[in-house]
Nanobody, 115 residues
Framework: QVQLVESGGGLVQAGGSLRLSCAAS??????MGWYRQAPGEQRELVAT???????NYADSVKDRFTISRDNAKNAVFLQMNSLKPEDTAVYYC???????????WGQGTQVTVSS
């Protein structure tokens, strides 16, 4: 059974930091990433990272967020610095399997940034 389980969300003041973690199991993921969805908004890309370490970021988080992964532990992380109220959303871990390119999602973790 393939699972992605996020942790690390919470409430933080503007300017603060949070680190999200996603533990994957059941498959090897070629690409892993983080997406977010604010109330009333569509889910949007935050950052992705390939199994070789190539990264991609949304313009809104460049220079503030850093995505990383530990292939040995099948995990992906999102270090979020200089958080802004507009970063408030449910953050979802995403993975595309190396074999057959199937997409899986975690259950989401809430990040709330107060002004």
């Amino acid at each position: 059974q393939v699972q992605l389980v996020e942790s690390g969300g919470g409430l933080v003041q503007a300017g603060g930091s949070l680190r999200l973690s996603c533990a994957a199991s059941g498959s090897i993921f070629g690409v892993m990433g983080w997406y977010r969805q604010a109330p009333g908004e569509q889910r949007e890309l935050v950052a992705t990272i390939t199994i070789l370490g190539s990264t991609n970021y949304a313009d809104s988080v460049k220079d503030r967020f850093t995505i990383s992964r530990d292939n040995a532990k099948n995990a992906v992380f999102l270090q979020m610095n200089s958080l802004k109220p507009e970063d408030t959303a449910v953050y979802y871990c995403n993975g595309e399997t190396l074999v057959r390119s199937r997409i899986y999602w975690g259950q989401g973790t809430q990040v709330t940034v107060s002004s």
